[in-house]
């Protein structure tokens, strides 16, 4: 990684994901995560103080840049949920299948090189029954 990437990109990105209309959609989308969550590309932890601390058990934070891990420290403190760090990209998510309740992403699909082999790896950690909430979305009756 170079050194705009490490160092400079994460404050960048961490601004322009935190304007009016984006904090807006993520505090329709955030809320509805339960149980052990996994969230693709954590980027600086903007989330994390939209999760529902009564609802989430902890949250799988998977971000493969090392700056952006770092500029989420300070949410990381914040939050009152436990963040375990996966450092690794979206393509290689190193959990067992079946074993998260919720997997999120925000502003990060259009950023993962393999997004379909990423689509894969979440749909295999999802438990039966688990969710992928989208915004608006509404539930199609089974
Ligand atoms: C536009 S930022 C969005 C960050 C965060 N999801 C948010 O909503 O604020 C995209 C994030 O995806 C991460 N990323 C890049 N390549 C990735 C990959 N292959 N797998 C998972 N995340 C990746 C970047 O490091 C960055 O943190």
């Not at 705009?4 to 959609?25: F, N, T, W």
């Not at 505090?27 to 932890?45: D, H, N, R, T, Y």
Request: with cysteine; proline share 9%.
């Amino acid at each position: 990684m170079s050194f705009y990437e490490e160092k400079i990109l994460p404050h960048i990105i961490d601004r322009a994901c935190s304007l009016g209309q984006v904090m807006k959609l993520r505090s329709q989308l955030v809320p509805l995560a339960k149980g052990c969550v996994l969230e693709v590309g954590m980027g600086s932890g903007i989330n994390l103080e939209f999760y529902n601390p009564e609802a989430v058990d902890m949250i799988y934070g998977l971000e493969p840049s090392e700056g952006m891990r770092r500029k989420a420290q300070a949410n990381l403190r914040r939050s009152p949920i436990r963040v375990e760090w996966l450092d690794l990209p979206g393509e290689q998510v190193p959990l067992e299948g079946n074993s998260v309740d919720t997997v999120l992403l925000t502003f990060t699909l259009c950023t993962i090189p393999d997004w379909s082999a990423a689509l894969l790896q979440m749909k295999r950690v999802l438990k039966p029954g688990g969710q992928a909430p989208v915004p608006g979305a509404r539930r199609v009756p089974p």
